[in-house]
């Protein structure tokens, strides 16, 4: 099997490779901190005291966990043209992800939140501390500890769904691998390829997770 | 100091503060008891709102707490409220448990804090437990810690909700003997508990309460040899035979 594997093509694309890979990086990248900020606002908006605001967000949050990424994704690229809303396909594609990964963050946000015992509050709140004084010094430093974990696992799920970006004819890691694949006859080499570079950014955030595990959560024995 | 006029108050169908009138001096020690679900929590849960009351009037300091306009934060910084579970912030030392409060809500600054709340902790017996975290403490400890909180306020009214309930027992009378202290240093209170060793030497009132009403308001000695209602006689019956 291996005489037939061909390094020498790899070689040759790896150009191509490169600069898919830093597309992947950036266009992950900057979905990756639209998810967050998405996130943290939605998040905010469906823990508000206000119904409205808190069904707006329950609707975003529902609809977008109850429907597939690529329908979105064709929704926006397609969908949003065709209603008059032109964008490129790389600002459509981050748009896409952030919204996606968004809802997702949200609701990882607020189990945190929502795992600090009620109890804690009610003492901020008998002291005097004003909701975002509770927030800042009571809830989120201790929410944080809780969300880190799950938040990058999901930027990990966000980097590989921005495979699905390849459809939209962005160039980026997946599609370098279809383009070897179709000028060359060898699925293989290019896949295997595409796979290894999202397992460098897999194992980079990987490791960034563990010493976050080890550095940032709670200083004292829980 | 504290006024209840004619209060009321549900949750959802059910009544759980019925025509409450009562008054409580300043330096006075009180102590509510009465069955599970009588409503006594709820009582002093309202003082600082951490309840809302539907109808009637409650002054504390001056302030009408029913007021939306009254100033929430000013009244609460000056009651101090202890919770049965201590309610300490886990991620937190038990000094910096203490000073949260005072210097983000008194503005107090960070070096003047820190002198006060290691002051604080001296005074309940913790002045060695300064840096250690909550869940390095005893339950005894931690609730002395939340005492300690509740007094780097430096409150005219100390609130407590069942403190030592969830104690085991030999760390009761370490938790006890600081709210003797502070009952002996003037301090208001207010003491939703069942330890009647406690009420019967500190109360100069034990209130009894029972399906959301005031039944009884004695002093100690009267309360418990000659209690005029049969309610209360049951319920002493029940709680001091063991």
Redesign the interface.
């Given at each position: 099997m291996l005489e037939t594997f061909n390094f020498r093509v790899i070689l040759e694309y790896m150009p191509l490779y490169f600069k898919c890979f830093s597309a992947t990086l950036w266009l992950s990248g900057a979905g990756l901190i639209g998810a967050l900020l998405v996130g943290t606002v939605a998040c905010a908006m469906r823990l508000s005291q206000s119904r409205i605001v808190s069904l707006i967000a329950g609707v975003y949050i529902e609809s977008i966990r109850s429907t597939p990424l690529l329908a979105q994704i064709y929704f926006f690229y397609f969908g949003l043209p065709s209603l008059g809303i032109m964008f490129s396909e790389e600002v459509t594609g981050i748009f896409a992800l952030t919204l996606n990964s968004g809802a997702y963050m949200a609701e990882i946000i607020r189990a945190g939140i929502q795992s600090i015992?009620h109890?804690?509050i009610?003492?901020g709140?008998?002291?005097?501390?004003?909701y975002f004084?509770r927030m800042r010094?009571?809830i989120l430093?201790?929410a944080l500890?809780v969300t880190i974990l799950p938040l990058l696992g999901q930027g990990i799920v966000l980097v590989k769904d921005s495979s699905l970006l390849s459809l939209i004819s962005i160039m980026e890691l997946t599609r370098a691998g279809q383009i070897l694949t179709s000028e060359r006859f060898m699925p293989a080499e290019g896949f295997l390829t595409t796979a290894a570079f999202y397992l460098i950014i897999y194992y980079i955030l990987k490791g960034f997770s563990s010493w976050v595990q080890k550095r940032l959560i709670?200083?004292?024995?829980? | 100091m504290i006024t209840f006029s004619n209060v009321n108050k549900w949750f959802g169908d059910l009544h759980v503060l019925r025509d409450i009138n009562l008054s409580v001096g300043a330096g006075e020690v009180m102590v509510v008891c009465g069955p599970s679900g009588s409503g006594k929590s709820t009582l002093i849960r309202c003082i600082n709102r951490l309840e809302q009351i539907e109808e009637g009037d409650l002054i504390v300091d001056g302030m009408n707490v029913h007021d939306r306009k009254v100033n929430m934060t000013q009244l609460r910084a000056e009651i101090g409220f202890i919770f049965q579970q201590f309610n300490l912030y886990p991620h937190m030392t038990a000094l910096e448990n203490v000073i949260l409060a005072p210097t983000k809500v008194r503005k107090m600054k960070k070096d003047e804090a820190d002198k006060l709340g290691r002051e604080t902790l001296k005074r309940v017996g913790l002045g060695d437990k300064v840096d250690s975290y909550p869940a390095q403490l005893s339950g005894g400890q931690q609730q002395r810690v939340a005492i300690a909180r509740g007094l780097c306020m430096r409150p005219k009214i100390m609130l407590f909700d069942e403190p030592t309930s969830a104690l085991d027992p030999e760390m009761i009378n370490e938790v006890l003997e600081v709210m003797v202290n502070l009952a002996k240093e003037g301090m208001t209170m207010i003491v939703v508990t069942h330890e009647m060793g406690f009420a019967r030497e500190v109360a100069e009132r034990i209130l009894f309460m029972d399906e959301g009403q005031i039944v009884e308001i004695a002093p100690p000695e009267e309360f418990f040899t000659k209690p005029k209602s049969e309610r209360t006689k049951l319920f002493l019956s029940k709680i001091l035979t063991h």
């Open positions: 015992p109890g804690q009610e003492a709140i008998a002291s005097g501390l004003s004084q010094y009571i430093p201790q500890g709670f200083r004292e024995a829980y | -």
